[in-house]
């Protein structure tokens, strides 16, 4: 089946300091990629969609800029949580769906992002 | 506006029994569900999936039943393994629109 892979798999940074994650399909090619995010015990929500070669959309409520999405390749979309705070420790999963295959998405395995 | 809903956050079941996790949804827009399964600190994993012109799909011990009227539908897994220990969560979609909404999530403990 389709592998999407996230990096890293957890990260703990300082408050204020930026952090990068990375989504890449591997054995396909993904025009759009989805993030999500979890907190403890509750749903998966939708945080934005990113498309390849323009900009990401984000879901109501979702300060776009503090997070920051990238989609420069059909295979790599990175997100980029600027100024971290503790409250925005959770644990982050892409997702995208195969092409041809509509509804139907592949996750990743998670980053787990702790804010000091 | 929680418009996917699984109202039990937990489930207990012996081994061998029939489990059945419960999904209701408020918008009569979605045309697609799947289910999916999830282990601590992983992503999740699509395990099956029903379109609204069906109301019933198998897959080997799988199976998921949707009653549009009611805007219901659940999954069934039999026999229960304790591998299927973890948490299921329904989700929904629009036609087209790719992205998915996602209940709350039901934790699966089974029992041996």
């Known amino acids: 089946g389709a592998v999407v892979s996230q990096h890293p798999s957890w990260v703990i940074c300082k408050s204020g300091t930026s952090v990068k994650i990375e989504c890449r399909s591997l054995d396909f090619q993904a025009t759009t990629m989805f993030w999500y995010r979890q907190f403890p015990k509750q749903s998966l929500m939708l945080m934005a969609t990113?498309?390849?070669?323009?900009?990401?959309?984000?879901e109501q409520g979702v300060e776009k800029d503090k997070f920051l999405i990238n989609h420069a390749s059909l295979t790599l979309s990175t997100l980029t949580v600027t100024s971290a705070h503790p409250e925005d420790s959770s644990f982050y999963i892409c997702?995208?769906?195969?092409?041809?295959?509509?509804?139907?998405?592949?996750f990743g395995p998670g980053t787990r992002l702790t804010v000091t | 506006d929680q418009q996917v809903k699984q109202n039990s956050p937990s489930l207990s079941v012996q081994e061998g029994r029939i489990s059945i996790l419960n999904c209701d949804y408020t918008n009569s827009m979605f045309d697609y569900f799947l289910w999916y399964k999830k282990y601590p600190a992983e992503g999740p994993t699509f395990l099956i999936s029903?379109?609204?012109?069906?109301d019933k799909n198998e897959d080997g011990r799988f199976t998921v039943f949707l009653n549009k009227s009611a805007k219901h539908l659940s999954l069934h897994i039999v026999p229960s393994q304790p591998g299927d220990s973890a948490v299921y969560f329904c989700a929904a979609s629009f036609q087209g629109a790719q992205k998915l909404v996602f209940g709350q999530g039901t934790r699966l403990t089974i029992n041996p």
């Open positions: 029903i379109s609204s012109i069906k």
């Open positions: 997702s995208a769906p195969l092409a041809g295959v509509e509804y139907e998405q592949y």
């Open positions: 990113s498309n390849e070669g323009s900009k990401a959309t984000y």
